[in-house]
């Protein structure tokens, strides 16, 4: 049996943890998040109302209600999905890169919205700062958008709405998978 120098146990590690931190062998939403630049060259030449969306990405809005149907009104003839997330919920932190390549790819048909729900916030900015998504997000810190959209008990939830703007399915609880949000994405909105 061969016993394995110094060396090259050093070089085994490096190399696993070097898959770990690309993302290699992950289950769910552990993978990696588009950088602003893939993201803004997948969806550029988008309608302008979801361009509006995606000049915005990242960005915690206030307004409450009110200014959240008037987007979702704005918005009208198009699918839209709404994530409602926290930086505290350890499943919300999961999903993102989940939810935010889903946005990548379907961005040009498909409005993606933000619930940031319950958080305070310096603490939703820093989070946005280290998991930058492709749109932006709507600050609910008394869960009354949620509340309003559907979202039931607890984050993370996925509520999406078809063309006409009416509700038309909750997801209640992560999406570790992206098959499954995709799957959903499909479902629910009417793309391919």
């Keep these: 049996m061969r016993v ?6 050093c070089t ?38 979801l361009a509006a ?3 915005q990405a ?3 809005l206030d ?23 926290a930086s505290w919920c350890h499943p919300c932190r999961r999903e993102m890169p989940v939810l935010a390549r889903a946005a990548v790819r379907y961005g040009r048909r498909v409005a993606f ?17 280290a998991h930058w998504i492709p749109y932006p997000s709507y600050v609910d810190q008394d869960f009354r958008i949620a509340a309003h959209v559907g979202v039931g008990s607890g984050v993370p939830t996925t509520v ?3 063309r006409s703007g009416e509700r038309a399915y909750v997801h209640q609880g992560p999406y570790v998978d992206e098959a499954a949000l995709l799957a959903d994405v499909r479902r629910y909105t009417g793309v391919s």
């Design 63 to 85: 307004g409450g209600v009110p200014a959240f149907d008037a987007r979702l009104a704005a918005l009208r003839g198009r699918p839209v999905v709404v994530n409602a997330w």
């Design 160 to 162: 999406f709405f078809d």
């Design 53 to 55: 969306l995606h000049r």
């Design 12 to 49: 085994l590690v490096v190399l696993a943890l070097a898959l770990l931190a690309s993302g290699c062998g992950s289950q769910g939403g552990e993978g990696t998040l588009p950088t602003p630049a893939q993201a803004r060259a997948a969806l550029a030449g988008s309608p302008p109302v």
């Design 58 to 60: 990242g960005e915690l």
């Design 4 to 9: 394995p120098t110094a060396a090259g146990a």
């Design 113 to 129: 919205l933000g619930l940031d729900v319950g958080d305070a916030a310096g603490d939703a900015q820093g989070f946005l700062r």
